[in-house]
């Protein structure tokens, strides 16, 4: 069974970079895009980007200038990066499976609390 | 742009309908987000459960709305409900501002 997991240091000061690590395990990547969304304090879910495991990437229009993720050659790890953090970015971030030609994501990981501060 | 409703109450045991309006939707997601949890998908594709979600979850879509409908609700079903779409022009997903689901 697929499993997503998040990681990466909680607190941040503003400008700096955050930095994210999305580990899947239990199945292979292959043929699947790994998305980032994330979450503010008592708000929705917004998406982030998404990765495909071969590299292909689409941002967020409003964190393209600042967002870079990216898949190593494992396709184990997936990562984002977001430089020059404001309190705005505070939120939870997640990772979320979704299938080549499907719409849906499933499973996603349980997330991981940035603060900036 | 998909609107649900901030909040629907309901008693344990009723059935809660749980709204997502759009125009010309099509294969609507929900998941279920309890506080402090990832969301969970509960049904795709407008109305097909995923293994392990119990059948008092359903779904329907007109092309303008897509209802969740909860039976016999229970103080489980408690939850932020989000729908989700893709939108191919923008080649990203979009998502329903949630509805927060109260079991009284």
């Known amino acids: 069974q697929v499993q997503l997991r998040e990681s990466g240091p909680r607190l941040l000061r503003p400008s700096e970079t955050l930095s994210l690590t999305c580990s899947v395990s239990g199945a292979s990547m292959r043929l699947y895009y790994l998305t980032w969304f994330r979450q503010s304090p008592g708000k929705g879910l917004e998406w982030v980007g998404y990765?495909?495991?071969?590299?292909?990437?689409n941002y967020n229009s409003s964190l393209k200038s600042r967002l870079t993720l990216s898949v190593d050659t494992s396709q184990t790890q997936f990562s984002l990066t977001l430089t020059s953090v404001t309190t705005a970015d505070t939120a939870v971030y997640f990772c979320?499976?979704?299938?080549?030609?499907?719409?849906?994501?499933?499973?996603w990981g349980r997330g991981v609390l940035v603060t900036v501060s | 742009v998909l609107t649900q409703p901030p909040s629907v109450s309901v008693a344990p045991g009723q059935t809660a309908r749980l709204a997502c309006g759009g125009n010309?939707?099509?294969?609507v997601h929900w998941y279920r987000q309890r506080p402090g949890q990832a969301p969970l998908l509960v049904l795709f594709d407008d109305s097909v459960r995923p293994s392990g979600i119990p059948g008092r979850f359903s779904g329907s879509n007109s092309g303008d709305s897509a209802t969740l409908t909860i039976g016999t609700v229970e103080a489980g079903d408690e939850a932020d409900y989000y729908c989700?779409?893709?939108?191919?022009?923008?080649?990203?997903?979009?998502f329903g501002g949630g509805t927060k689901l109260n079991v009284l």
């Open positions: 990765i495909y495991f071969s590299g292909y990437s």
């Open positions: 989700q779409v893709w939108d191919p022009r923008l080649d990203h997903p979009v």
């Open positions: 010309n939707i099509e294969n």
């Open positions: 979320a499976r979704r299938k080549l030609g499907e719409s849906k994501f499933d499973p």
